[in-house]
């Protein structure tokens, strides 16, 4: 199974300011047949489910603000939040989609 | 709008079953996969289970291989979850998740509690 290996666990981040998490699989996940990354990230805001933000490594789900960016290849990602809202108070995972099991990294906790 | 409604859960005792449900409306149910994902005590996301549009096609993680049961009724817009030999590690919350390039929709979830 891909491990998935989010840093950090948690990050206090002022309103305004920059958040970033980083995610590292334990193999790649670009697929040299689309040169695409199986990655995606999905955001939990408390006492709701998670909520599809960025799949294809990149690529924002619809609706999604563009204060929210995703980037990184083959086994190194990003996720940027560029201005911190109140609303963006969640737990962040990554997960892959590239082989059976798709797994999910342990969460990083953003606060205020 | 996609919604997904879980039932089902609830406190059952070690080697005990329970079935969950997922009500599906606002997509052609059929024309997608499905999956059932599932949340830890710890906040973990685990994978379970996995079912094509048409259901003949079934993959299920290896903890619940042989104890679990993933079934779709299509004319009913309904995904289910039979789960028998319950073990306390399969305590968390139970999502259906829609799949299109990976998980785009989930429900609200259902608690299981596995506990004596």
């Known amino acids: 199974d891909i491990v998935m290996t989010q840093s950090p666990d948690s990050l206090a981040v002022s309103l305004g300011e920059r958040a970033t998490i980083n995610c590292k699989s334990s193999?790649?996940?670009?697929?040299?047949?689309?040169?695409?990354?199986?990655l995606a990230w999905h955001q939990q805001k408390p006492g709701q489910p998670p909520k599809l933000l960025i799949y294809?490594?990149?690529t924002r789900e619809s609706g999604v603000p563009d204060r929210f960016s995703g980037s990184g290849s083959g086994t190194d990602f990003t996720l940027t939040i560029s201005s911190l809202q109140a609303e963006d108070v969640a737990v962040y995972y990554c997960?892959?989609?590239?082989?059976?099991?798709?797994?999910f990294g342990r969460g990083t906790k953003v606060e205020i | 709008e996609v919604q997904l409604v879980e039932s089902g859960g609830g406190l059952v005792q070690p080697g005990g079953c329970l079935k969950l449900?997922?009500?599906?409306?606002?997509?052609?149910?059929?024309?997608?996969?499905m999956n059932w994902v599932r949340q830890t005590p710890g906040k973990r996301l685990e994978w379970v289970s996995y079912?094509?549009?048409?259901?003949?096609?079934?993959f299920y993680a290896d903890s619940v291989k042989g104890r679990f049961t993933i079934s779709r009724d299509n004319a009913e817009n309904s995904l289910y979850l039979q789960m028998n030999s319950l073990r306390v590690e399969d305590t968390g919350v139970y999502y259906c998740?829609?799949?299109?390039?990976?998980?785009?929709?989930w429900g609200r979830g259902t608690l299981v509690t596995v506990s004596s």
């Open positions: 998740a829609r799949q299109t390039t990976t998980y785009d929709s």
């Open positions: 079912i094509n549009g048409g259901g003949n096609s079934i």
């Open positions: 193999q790649s996940v670009l697929s040299r047949s689309n040169n695409k990354n199986y």
């Open positions: 449900s997922c009500a599906a409306s606002g997509f052609t149910f059929s024309s997608y996969a």
């Open positions: 294809w490594a990149s």
């Open positions: 997960q892959h989609y590239y082989s059976t099991p798709w797994t």
